[in-house]
């Protein structure tokens, strides 16, 4: 008898469907007159219904929405299988969650599996279903208001449209096995610096009449073909990255090496410029050795402990996009630039009482000068140069510390061996050779300051003396 | 003699034997190598040496042919002080180059000359003061450059005996002597050998071994009255007259 009923009923919605405003007459009647009878109660406001966990949920209908819907031919009873004009059974849900999935059972009637399967979409959910977590049609679609899903014409934006399913906990699978949630957390796009992007323009492909299927073996290389969408736009931070370690890492296979995503994320994407802590805790998701020594040296600690706008960043020194390997020998000849960027600035080390000289100092030294020299002739060399000392080979790369007070004595009591790692016979009087960054002086060094002195004065003599009396010479022959 | 046979070959005589010319031009070579590899690395921060040092091939080249030329510079200078040396003292050689109070005196004198008090320049014998003083200047700043250039070539080794701070002073000391001895060349030696009213547009005495009689007249008026540095080899070639 049931079915009998139910093989009826499809039978109606399809002829409305089919045949829209010319179906029969008196079909229609009939529906308006029993959706006339249960709007009498449903289009009023204030009542629910109970379940037995306590939960409950209106019973309004709203019967504009309803008129604007795709269902709005069909009469209440379509759906609501069991009530009609005379029939209106009380029934009893242990919660809203059973009620609802046992409402979607009904949606099946017309919409079979076969059908909304086509959509990837409904694939994570009917996998979810297999795995015990029941599908609820209306939870996307809603009730009475459901609406036509193809050509978009329910939604007012792309992203609205899109949101439609994304803002619900769906599921991508991989060939791998291991799946990652197609949620998107609105909040997340509305402070993000694409929040006026559609979907699309970063979601190749993909609008409100496609969503292609695709397969990715991992979620890693879905992050990977993810990254490449950026450059649509961000051509010339796609190049620079082109030319970085992580970038030739990825090339060589090792794929867990970052890209775009990785760093700025995917939806919740921001100018990263304005939080530096973030920029150095992004990197220490990897470089964790490397962020450990960092968060102890004099940069690190100001950098945590008082957001210090001065001190560098992991990006400050190895830069953001174009990282090179730190261990090349291009690299480590440019630290010298790279400290100097900073310690270089008056008007930045005035404020904590450090001398700019140091890189003066370093740069007219033998080290330095020689330094100088071989980058300009970088082009021309058969063979690298043999490697010179440059500031991080006494200081310290990421543990820099203060060069004062006890450290001070630390970095001169490591200076020997650092000298020999280059010079192996160096004896212990081999490191006061370098005046650590200091200008001569007669307290500081007296011996060398005055034969700096004495010289001066004497070639100023010398050559004011010497031209002094050519000129007396050539005036004086001249009169004869 | 004729007075224009005299115009046209004039009598000349010898002022420097082969080996001072040798000896003369060798310097030239190794001052000028010297200078041109070891003052663009002083002023290494200026273009166009870090042009000439990228011309040259490099710092590291630059270095190589600065520290070989040193070397020869080493072994000029050690020949030049045992020639002399032996010369002077078993040969009879006249030390012609040795200040002498003459020379205290000629320079107070030209600087009163200068100065307009005196209407005449001081005389002078083989070499003149000024001379003399390019002379010391040259050897004096040469040896100290060599001694000093050494420290630097190797400063691993000189600090074992030596502090640190030796080799900074050693840089100084080579480099301002380097900066001395060459503005002293490039401004009087140059200017007495070739600016000069006197010996314009240019005295090739060191090139060729010869003055003529009258420049020499001119020159040296006291020369003739003085021995004359005489090495073997110049005998045969010397006037009669100017035989001692």
Same mark, same amino acid.
């Given at each position: 008898?049931?079915?009998?009923?139910?093989?009826?009923?499809?039978?109606?919605?399809?002829?409305?469907?089919?045949?829209?405003a010319?179906?029969?007459?008196?079909?229609?009647?009939?529906?308006?007159s %029993?959706?006339?009878? $249960? *709007?009498? @109660? =449903?289009?009023?406001? +204030?009542?629910?219904?109970?379940? &037995?966990?306590?939960?409950?949920?209106s019973?309004?209908?709203?019967p504009?929405?309803?008129?604007?819907?795709?269902?709005?031919?069909?009469?209440?009873?379509?759906?609501?299988?069991?009530?009609?004009?005379?029939?209106?059974?009380?029934?009893?849900?242990?919660?809203?969650?059973?009620?609802?999935?046992?409402?979607?059972?009904r949606?099946?009637?017309?919409?079979?599996?076969?059908?909304?399967n086509?959509?990837p979409?409904?694939?994570?959910?009917?996998?979810?279903?297999?795995?015990?977590?029941?599908?609820?049609?209306?939870?996307?679609?809603?009730?009475?208001?459901?609406?036509?899903?193809?050509?978009?014409?329910?939604?007012?934006? %792309?992203?609205?449209? $899109? *949101?439609? @399913? =994304?803002?619900?906990? +769906?599921?991508?699978?991989?060939? &791998?096995?291991?799946?990652?949630?197609?949620?998107v957390?609105?909040?997340?796009?509305?402070?993000?610096?694409?929040?006026?992007?559609?979907?699309?323009?970063?979601?190749?492909?993909?609008?409100?009449?496609?969503?292609?299927?695709?397969?990715?073996?991992?979620?890693?290389?879905?992050?990977?073909?993810?990254?490449?969408?950026?450059?649509?736009?961000?051509?010339?931070?796609?190049?620079?990255?082109?030319?970085?370690?992580?970038?030739?890492?990825?090339?060589?296979g090792?794929?867990?090496?970052?890209?775009?995503?990785?760093?700025?994320?995917?939806?919740?994407?921001?100018?990263?410029?304005?939080?530096?802590?973030?920029?150095?805790?992004?990197?220490?998701s $990897?470089?964790?050795?490397?962020?450990?020594?960092?968060?102890?040296s004099?940069?690190?600690?100001?950098?945590?402990?008082?957001?210090?706008?001065?001190?560098?960043?992991?990006?400050?020194?190895?830069?953001?996009?174009?990282?090179?390997?730190?261990?090349?020998?291009?690299?480590?000849?440019?630290?010298?630039?790279?400290?100097?960027?900073?310690?270089?600035?008056?008007e930045?080390?005035?404020?904590?009482?450090?001398?700019?000289?140091?890189?003066?100092?370093?740069?007219?030294?033998?080290?330095?000068?020689?330094?100088?020299?071989?980058?300009?002739?970088?082009r021309?060399?058969?063979?690298?140069?043999?490697?010179?000392?440059?500031?991080?080979?006494c200081?310290?790369?990421?543990?820099?510390?203060?060069?004062?007070?006890?450290n001070?004595?630390?970095?001169?009591?490591?200076?020997?061996k650092?000298?020999?790692?280059?010079?192996?016979?160096?004896?212990?009087?081999?490191?006061?050779?370098?005046?650590?960054?200091?200008?001569?002086?007669?307290?500081?060094?007296?011996?060398?300051?005055?034969?700096?002195?004495?010289?001066?004065?004497?070639?100023?003599?010398?050559?004011?003396?010497?031209?002094?009396?050519?000129?007396?010479d050539?005036?004086?022959?001249?009169?004869? | 003699?004729?007075?224009?046979?005299?115009?046209?070959?004039?009598?000349?005589?010898?002022?420097?034997?082969?080996?001072?010319?040798?000896?003369?031009?060798?310097?030239?070579?190794?001052?000028?190598?010297?200078?041109?590899?070891?003052?663009?690395?002083?002023?290494?921060?200026?273009?166009?040496?870090?042009?000439?040092?990228?011309?040259?091939?490099?710092?590291?080249m630059?270095?190589?042919?600065?520290?070989?030329?040193?070397?020869?510079?080493?072994?000029?200078?050690?020949?030049?002080?045992?020639?002399?040396?032996?010369?002077?003292?078993?040969?009879?050689?006249?030390?012609?180059?040795?200040?002498?109070?003459?020379?205290?005196?000629?320079?107070?004198?030209?600087?009163?000359?200068y100065?307009?008090?005196?209407?005449?320049?001081?005389?002078?014998?083989?070499?003149?003061?000024?001379?003399?003083?390019?002379?010391?200047l040259v050897?004096?700043?040469?040896?100290?450059?060599?001694?000093?250039g050494?420290?630097?070539?190797f400063?691993?080794?000189?600090?074992?005996?030596?502090?640190?701070?030796?080799?900074?002073?050693?840089?100084?000391?080579?480099?301002?002597?380097?900066?001395?001895?060459?503005?002293?060349?490039?401004?009087?030696?140059?200017?007495?050998?070739?600016?000069?009213?006197?010996?314009?547009?240019?005295n090739?005495?060191?090139?060729?071994?010869?003055?003529?009689?009258?420049?020499?007249?001119?020159?040296?008026?006291?020369?003739?009255?003085?021995?004359?540095?005489?090495?073997?080899?110049?005998?045969?070639?010397?006037?009669?007259?100017?035989?001692?």
């Amino acid at each position: 008898m049931r079915s009998l009923r139910l093989a009826l009923l499809q039978l109606v919605a399809l002829c409305l469907l089919l045949t829209g405003a010319s179906t029969d007459a008196a079909d229609e009647s009939a529906a308006a007159s %029993e959706r006339k009878h $249960c *709007l009498s @109660c =449903h289009a009023i406001r +204030g009542s629910v219904k109970k379940f &037995s966990d306590g939960d409950q949920v209106s019973t309004y209908v709203d019967p504009k929405a309803f008129d604007r819907s795709i269902h709005r031919t069909l009469p209440c009873s379509a759906c609501h299988e069991e009530f009609s004009s005379k029939h209106h059974p009380d029934r009893v849900f242990r919660t809203k969650q059973q009620y609802q999935v046992r409402e979607s059972r009904r949606c099946l009637t017309c919409h079979p599996d076969e059908k909304i399967n086509e959509r990837p979409i409904h694939q994570s959910l009917l996998k979810k279903e297999l795995a015990g977590q029941p599908r609820i049609c209306t939870t996307c679609h809603s009730a009475h208001s459901a609406q036509r899903v193809r050509k978009g014409n329910v939604t007012t934006s %792309e992203e609205q449209f $899109c *949101l439609r @399913c =994304h803002r619900y906990a +769906g599921t991508m699978h991989f060939a &791998s096995g291991a799946s990652v949630s197609t949620q998107v957390d609105t909040a997340e796009i509305a402070n993000s610096a694409h929040r006026n992007l559609a979907c699309s323009d970063c979601h190749f492909s993909f609008s409100p009449s496609e969503h292609p299927r695709r397969q990715f073996r991992s979620i890693r290389e879905y992050r990977l073909s993810a990254s490449e969408l950026c450059r649509r736009c961000h051509f010339d931070k796609q190049t620079k990255m082109a030319e970085s370690i992580h970038y030739s890492l990825v090339s060589t296979g090792r794929l867990d090496a970052p890209t775009c995503v990785d760093c700025h994320g995917g939806h919740a994407i921001r100018s990263m410029e304005t939080d530096r802590l973030a920029i150095v805790k992004k990197c220490a998701s $990897c470089h964790r050795q490397v962020y450990a020594e960092y968060a102890q040296s004099v940069h690190g600690r100001a950098l945590s402990d008082t957001n210090n706008a001065d001190v560098p960043t992991c990006i400050d020194c190895h830069s953001s996009h174009s990282i090179r390997a730190a261990r090349s020998a291009s690299f480590h000849d440019a630290i010298p630039d790279t400290c100097g960027g900073c310690h270089g600035k008056k008007e930045v080390m005035a404020k904590y009482g450090l001398s700019t000289a140091v890189v003066k100092t370093y740069l007219s030294d033998f080290h330095g000068m020689t330094l100088q020299l071989h980058r300009k002739e970088i082009r021309n060399r058969q063979r690298p140069a043999a490697p010179l000392a440059v500031c991080s080979d006494c200081h310290g790369v990421h543990t820099i510390g203060r060069a004062t007070g006890e450290n001070a004595a630390v970095i001169k009591s490591n200076l020997l061996k650092r000298c020999q790692s280059c010079h192996p016979n160096a004896s212990e009087n081999f490191p006061d050779i370098w005046l650590s960054h200091y200008e001569p002086s007669l307290a500081a060094m007296p011996l060398i300051f005055i034969l700096q002195w004495f010289y001066r004065v004497m070639l100023f003599v010398m050559v004011v003396g010497l031209v002094f009396q050519i000129l007396l010479d050539i005036r004086r022959r001249l009169e004869k | 003699m004729s007075a224009d046979t005299s115009m046209a070959t004039p009598r000349r005589i010898r002022r420097f034997s082969t080996y001072r010319i040798v000896e003369h031009l060798l310097l030239i070579l190794l001052f000028a190598t010297l200078a041109l590899t070891g003052l663009p690395q002083k002023f290494h921060q200026v273009g166009i040496c870090q042009s000439l040092i990228l011309l040259i091939g490099g710092i590291d080249m630059a270095r190589i042919i600065h520290h070989w030329a040193g070397v020869l510079f080493l072994l000029l200078a050690v020949e030049h002080i045992a020639v002399n040396f032996i010369g002077i003292v078993f040969r009879q050689w006249d030390p012609s180059l040795l200040i002498t109070l003459k020379d205290v005196k000629d320079a107070i004198h030209n600087g009163r000359y200068y100065l307009g008090l005196l209407p005449n320049p001081a005389l002078c014998g083989r070499f003149s003061y000024k001379e003399k003083c390019v002379y010391w200047l040259v050897l004096i700043g040469g040896i100290q450059m060599i001694v000093t250039g050494f420290m630097l070539w190797f400063p691993v080794l000189v600090t074992r005996y030596l502090p640190g701070q030796f080799i900074p002073a050693a840089k100084i000391v080579h480099s301002s002597e380097a900066m001395i001895t060459f503005l002293l060349v490039v401004t009087w030696h140059l200017y007495e050998v070739i600016l000069s009213p006197d010996v314009f547009p240019v005295n090739k005495g060191i090139f060729t071994g010869y003055m003529e009689e009258q420049q020499a007249a001119r020159l040296h008026p006291l020369e003739g009255t003085e021995r004359r540095e005489i090495d073997a080899d110049d005998l045969s070639e010397m006037s009669p007259e100017h035989r001692p």
